[in-house]
């Protein structure tokens, strides 16, 4: 059977996998780099490379300060594209360095796609807000911020991508990080400035959510997704943008679709498998594309941590951990799933 390895990177246990692959069967398997919501999702999106050097907020003297640098810009047909993930938090700053790289990306196109990652500075998007708005005075009201940021990117297109679908609040929300009484006192600190930009967004909105209320506008601004990034979801939803699946959206930029079409198996390659990998982010999309042109998919992972129940109700057809001796593991895979 020709087989497609997919992967977010071509990692060592990745090229381990692929070497024993073409080794034991009699056709070498064909290899889709997808990318993730880091950095390595920036680097399988197609186009040019702009480096920007980034600075953070302006300090009591009114000068600004250097956030090591430069970052990129990948500029392509379907807009800007931005990672969190290559660039270092500054101190204190909150999310502020990732609102200037969004006006970065938004000098060179009407849609910039930003790459939520990790959770580095689970602020709730407040330093973002505040690097878009340029106001670098924590003592501005909220809702003047917010005013001042949608303005200011009005008529750009925001997506946040991310495979994170925690909400802002709540017992999985940004605060859920931190844990015991920082947790409880960051909990309150957010739901105060959530509500405080849903009150300024639901003033500003004249469209999708006009007359819908406060309460419902934070409901929509909070829901699954917003607490992406730290909550840099929350703050993309409180520009007028939206957030959607880093898996999905980089699969159709590398094709991944039509690439399982044309093998007979699709072999995903991840680090490891639970049940939230099983669910979210590159493991479901790419169950989703194989069962639409009947092609079955096994995962392969250094620790698999889900049964055959869950497995097949995920529409996985297998899964086998690779443990210390992946190519060993491999090769037999590699038997089961390839006819001689």
Do not use: K
């Not at 807000?129 to 009201?141: C, F, K, Q």
């Not at 917010?146 to 200011?152: G, L």
């Not at 493991?283 to 096994?298: I, K, L, M, N």
């Amino acid at each position: 059977m020709d087989a497609l390895v997919i992967a977010a990177a071509r990692t060592p246990l990745v090229a381990a996998v692929l070497d024993t692959w073409a080794r034991s069967a009699p056709q070498p398997p064909d290899l889709v780099e997808v990318g993730d919501a880091g950095a390595t999702g920036l680097a399988v999106v197609p186009g040019e490379r702009i480096p920007v050097v980034l600075t953070g907020p302006a300090d009591a003297a009114g000068g600004a300060r250097a956030v090591g640098g430069p970052a990129t810009v990948v500029r392509s047909a379907a807009g800007a594209w931005v990672a969190t993930a290559e660039i270092d938090p500054l101190p204190g700053a909150g999310s502020w360095d990732v609102g200037e790289l969004v006006l970065a990306a938004a000098d060179h196109a009407d849609t910039v796609f930003l790459l939520a990652g990790d959770a580095e500075v689970p602020d709730g998007g407040e330093g973002l807000l505040r690097s878009v708005a340029g106001s670098s005075d924590p003592a501005e009201p909220t809702p003047d911020t917010v005013r001042r940021a949608r303005a200011r990117l009005a008529g750009t297109t925001l997506v946040c991508l991310s495979d994170d679908d925690l909400p802002l609040l709540g017992l999985n929300g940004v605060s859920a990080l931190r844990g015991g009484d920082a947790g409880q006192e960051r909990e309150a600190a957010l739901s105060a400035y959530a509500y405080d930009v849903a009150r300024a967004v639901e003033a500003d909105r004249p469209g999708l959510m006009a007359g819908a209320g406060e309460r419902e506008t934070f409901r929509v601004l909070t829901a699954a997704g917003a607490g992406a990034g730290g909550g840099l979801g929350f703050a993309v939803r409180a520009l007028g943008g939206r957030v959607e699946s880093a898996a999905a959206v980089l699969g159709d930029v590398v094709g991944l679709g039509s690439a399982i079409e044309r093998h007979d198996v699709a072999v995903l390659v991840v680090e490891r498998l639970d049940g939230s990998g099983l669910h979210t982010g590159v493991v479901p999309d790419t169950v989703s594309r194989a069962a639409d042109v009947g092609v079955p998919v096994v995962v392969l992972a250094t620790d698999v941590r889900v049964g055959r129940r869950e497995l097949s109700a995920a529409g996985v057809a297998a899964a086998y951990p690779l443990g210390a001796d992946p190519a060993s593991a491999t090769a037999r895979v590699v038997r089961t799933w390839t006819r001689r």
